[in-house]
C-alpha cells in the first residue's frame, strides 16, 4: 500500500498523458492543466523504441499500439549520390528487438483511453507560475488551482515552469528546426525502414513509416525536412514549386510522396531546445519529459524519454515512505539514463544539422565503420534501442515484455537480408 496524493500535471503531452493515466490507476487523485483549448496530437510521427514499447506493455496498450504502428528494423542514411552514411538494424542487438513508427495521433488516443478520467482535464488553461512553497499553480488569468501534493511540470521543451525547479544549468534554443507532415505511404520501397538523406549537414530528409491512426486506415510515412531555424520564413518567401523542385533532385523518391503537399502551412514548423537540469524537483514541484531534459530530436528519443519517466516515478510514487525521498529516487533512477542521451545528442547534432561542411565530410567517412566496430556497434545500437544506461551500463529489459516480443519474430512480413554482422559482444 502507498499514500494517495492529490497531484496536479501540467501539459498534457505524452509524459503528462501517460503520467495521469498511470498515477490515476495507482489511487492518486489526479488534475491536469492543458493550455491547448482543445485536446490533440501535437506533431507528425516518430519511432518507438523497445524501452518506450516496454511502458507501454506494463500499461497493457503494446498490442494496441502494435495494431496502428509500422515496424521498423532499419535505419538507413545516404547521400544524394547513394553513399551510405548510417546503416543499424535492431538484430544484432537482440533478433527480437525493433522500432515501432507510431503517428502522434494513435499514441494520443491509446493513452488518453488509458485513463478513466480523462474528461476531467483543464483545457484552455496556461499555467505560468508556482507558488513559493510549490504547492499551488498560477494560470495565465491571474487565478490560483490547489493546493496540491504533488505538481508535476510537463510543459515541453519551452517550460514556464522550469525556472522554479531553481537548478537550470542551461536552457537554450538549438539554431536548426524542421518542417513535419504525414504523407500516404502508398508504394513507398522501404516500408519498414527509416530512411534518410543528407546533403553535407546543411539538408537532412527524413521518411519514417508510422502505420495508421484510429479513424485513418490509410498508412501513412511522417516526413522531415530540417532548415535552420531562422530560415522559416524564407523558405516560405521561396515559394512550395521551388522548395519540390529542389527535393525532386535530392530525392525524386521522396518528392513523389508529397505530392499531395498543395501550401506551404501543411508543413508543421518545428523548433527544439537544449536544457540540462542540477535537480529535477524542488520541494513539492518536479520536472518531467522534456520540461526536465530536452535535447535534439537527432536520437528519436523523447517520447520514449516521456514514458520512461512517468513510469519511474510511479515506481517511485509506491516504494517510498515520504515524497521528498520519492522524488529523489525519481531523479537518480532517471538522470543517469538520460544524461548520455543530452551528452550524445549535443555532439551528434552538428553532424547531421550544422553549416560545417568540413565535420560532414568526416561523417560520411567515418560513422559507418565505426558502426561497424564491435565496441562501437554495440554502443550504437544501445543508444538507438534506448537501452544504453551511463557510459559503459545496459538497461535491461523485462523478461515478460521479450517474451511478448519473442512471438513476434516469426510474424514480421519483412524481407529485408539478414545484417552480414555477427551478433554483439559486450
Not at 347 to 358: H, K
Not at 378 to 407: C, D, I, N, W, Y
Amino acid at each position: 500500500m502507498h499514500k494517495s496524493h492529490h497531484i496536479a500535471i501540467v501539459g498534457y503531452g505524452t509524459a503528462g498523458q501517460a503520467s495521469a493515466a498511470l498515477l490515476a490507476a495507482d489511487g492518486h487523485r489526479v488534475e491536469v492543466f492543458e493550455q491547448a483549448p482543445a485536446l490533440g496530437p501535437v506533431g507528425a510521427g516518430f519511432l518507438l523504441q523497445p524501452t518506450g514499447m516496454q511502458v507501454l506493455w506494463e500499461m497493457g496498450l503494446l498490442d494496441q499500439a502494435l495494431a496502428h504502428g509500422r515496424r521498423i528494423d532499419r535505419l538507413y542514411g545516404e547521400t544524394p549520390c547513394g553513399r551510405a552514411v548510417m546503416d543499424m538494424r535492431y538484430a544484432p542487438l537482440d533478433r527480437r528487438l525493433f522500432g515501432l513508427g507510431m503517428q502522434r495521433g494513435a499514441l494520443f488516443g491509446l493513452l488518453a483511453q488509458a485513463w478513466d478520467g480523462f474528461g476531467g482535464v483543464h483545457c484552455g488553461t496556461r499555467i505560468v507560475e508556482i507558488s513559493e512553497d510549490t504547492r499551488r499553480v498560477r494560470d495565465a488569468q491571474g487565478s490560483w488551482h490547489g493546493p496540491f501534493d504533488l505538481v508535476i511540470a510537463a510543459d515541453g521543451a519551452a517550460s514556464a515552469l522550469r525556472r522554479h525547479s531553481g537548478g537550470v544549468r542551461a536552457d537554450t534554443p538549438y539554431p536548426w528546426g524542421a518542417l513535419w507532415c504525414l504523407v500516404p505511404q502508398e508504394d513507398w520501397a522501404w516500408p519498414h525502414e527509416l530512411r534518410q538523406r543528407y546533403v553535407a549537414a546543411r539538408k537532412m530528409v527524413g521518411m519514417l513509416p508510422v502505420g495508421t491512426r484510429p479513424g485513418d486506415p490509410q498508412p501513412r510515412i511522417s516526413f522531415f525536412w530540417s532548415l535552420p531555424a531562422d530560415g522559416f520564413d524564407a523558405w516560405e518567401r521561396g515559394g512550395l514549386e521551388a522548395w519540390r523542385d529542389e527535393l525532386a533532385t535530392l530525392w525524386p523518391q521522396a518528392a513523389a510522396r508529397v505530392h499531395q503537399v498543395q501550401s506551404c502551412a501543411q508543413l508543421a514548423r518545428a523548433g527544439y531546445r537544449d536544457a540540462v537540469l542540477h535537480s529535477w524537483h524542488r520541494d513539492r514541484l518536479l520536472l518531467m519529459g522534456d520540461a526536465a531534459h530536452a535535447m535534439s530530436p537527432q536520437l528519436g528519443q523523447g517520447v520514449n524519454m516521456a514514458l520512461m519517466d512517468a513510469a519511474a516515478l510511479r515506481e517511485a510514487l509506491r516504494h517510498a515512505d515520504a515524497l521528498p525521498a520519492a522524488l529523489a529516487r525519481y531523479q537518480h533512477r532517471r538522470q543517469r539514463h538520460v544524461a548520455i542521451y543530452q551528452f550524445w545528442s549535443r555532439w551528434l547534432t552538428p553532424l547531421f544539422q550544422s553549416e560545417r561542411d568540413r565535420i560532414a565530410k568526416l561523417r560520411d567517412v567515418a560513422f559507418r565503420p565505426l558502426g561497424r566496430m564491435p565496441g562501437g556497434r554495440g554502443h550504437m545500437l544501445r543508444v538507438l534501442s534506448g537501452t544504453q544506461h551511463g557510459v559503459f551500463g545496459r538497461l535491461k529489459l523485462e523478461p515478460g515484455f521479450l517474451a511478448a516480443l519473442e512471438g513476434l519474430v516469426d510474424k514480421s512480413p519483412l524481407t529485408l537480408p539478414a545484417a552480414p554482422e555477427p551478433a554483439v559482444t559486450e
